[in-house]
């Protein structure tokens, strides 16, 4: 596409889409849709019902009512603010990533005000072992974002950013 923002937001938007679809359809074709629901879909991948009441890593659990939609306008308010990142980017990968982040963001607060809490069903394991909580495709879109914003920003040359604009007097 000519217009790099416009393909930004559509990835967003396609990520959103992506995740409240498998989050339906494990939820109801799959009927995994209480604690202790489990299908085993690899050795070492299974879909297990978890209920995220809180953040990342299941901080800050929002216990009742009042924390539930102050989570809801914290975590819309993070993602107008990368909606509003979004339009001023000009650099493509940062472009992506934060379409990552907002598309991931998008559809866990869709989440939020549909049920209380986020669905998460992905759990990767080895045995006992499990390097990450049990997930789902909005996490993992924001986590892959995130993670190639702070590359990308650490070891992307000066060739690779644009320069700063200058301010006109008025």
């Known amino acids: 596409m000519r217009n790099p ?34 299908r085993e879909v690899l050795p070492f991948f299974d879909l297990r019902f978890v209920p995220n009441i809180g953040i990342s890593l299941g901080l800050l659990p929002a216990e009742g009512p009042a924390m539930r939609w ?22 493509k990968g940062d472009l992506i990533a934060l379409a990552m982040v907002l598309g991931g963001a998008l559809g866990n607060i869709v989440d939020r005000v549909r049920f ?6 992905a ?26 914003l702070l590359v990308r920003s650490l ?11 200058e301010k006109v007097d008025a």
């Open 70 to 91: 102050a989570l809801v306008a914290l975590t819309a308010a993070i993602a107008a603010g990368v909606g509003v990142w979004m339009w001023r980017e000009t650099v």
């Open 5 to 38: 923002r416009l393909t930004g937001f559509i990835l967003a938007v396609a990520i959103f889409l992506v995740d409240q679809l498998v989050k339906a359809w494990v939820t109801g074709p799959m009927e995994i849709r209480a604690i202790g629901d489990v």
């Open 116 to 121: 209380g809490y986020v669905v998460d069903y």
């Open 123 to 148: 759990d990767l394991h080895f045995g006992e072992w499990r390097p990450f909580l049990v997930f789902n495709v909005a996490d993992a879109a924001i986590t892959i974002g995130v993670v190639i």
């Open 155 to 165: 070891f992307a040359s000066r060739a690779d950013k644009p320069a700063p604009r």
